[in-house]
């Protein structure tokens, strides 16, 4: 995720994003991940399946939830940016449909200055861009998904396949709002908190 998020932050909003992270006088409806420290996921691609003796293609089994409140819908629109996210890296659009898709017209008006950066450094991502929730409040009216996500680090070289920049897990929100009955994401930045005992896995596509 691109450095130049830092310049989104709107006066005002990281002291109040910490102040409800800290659990003051906001509505949630969730609660902290387990604590653990940040894991170092394979950068491998699986995108093939796993086959048996026969050569026959493999159901892989299904992997546990990667956080408390992934039942959440704000949580699934947030997931959907992620993903759609590493896509756009990989097809090195920064107006990626599916990717416009998941925000709204704010969001999109914005697309540039979530991506641009990765798209610079030619870098790949093994898969959807890793974070973690760790709330979901909302906040003069807003909507806000809190997060741990892995915001430097997880895009490889294509050809190394060695990370293109030092690992940095950063605390991120996202603020969202409903278009057409489906939530999107309005804008995201980065707020004061510690990510320091939160797990964050990255998973490949």
Not at 163 to 188: C, H, N, R
């Amino acid at each position: 995720m691109q450095r130049s998020m830092r310049r989104w932050r709107t006066p005002g909003l990281v002291v109040a994003l910490s102040i409800s992270v800290a659990g003051c006088s906001s509505e949630s409806s969730g609660s902290s991940t387990p604590e653990a420290a940040p894991t170092e996921p394979s950068a491998t691609s699986t995108s093939n399946p796993p086959a048996d003796s026969t050569g026959s293609p493999v159901a892989r089994p299904a992997l546990p939830p990667l956080s408390p409140l992934e039942s959440d819908a704000r949580v699934k629109a947030v997931r959907a940016f992620a993903l759609q996210y590493g896509k756009a890296v990989n097809a090195k659009q920064v107006r990626y449909q599916p990717w416009l898709d998941t925000m709204s017209a704010q969001g999109q008006s914005l697309a540039a200055e979530f991506v641009s950066n990765d798209i610079k450094l030619k870098e790949s991502y093994p898969g959807p861009l890793p974070l973690t929730p760790v709330k979901v409040h909302s906040h003069k009216g807003k909507l806000w998904v809190d997060t741990c996500v892995w915001a430097h680090g997880w895009g490889v070289d294509p050809k190394t396949r060695v990370p293109a920049e030092q690992k940095t897990i950063l605390p991120m929100y996202f603020q969202l709002s409903k278009v057409d009955g489906e939530w999107k994401v309005d804008t995201a930045g980065e707020m004061k908190a510690s990510c320091s005992k939160v797990r964050v896995e990255g998973r490949p596509w």
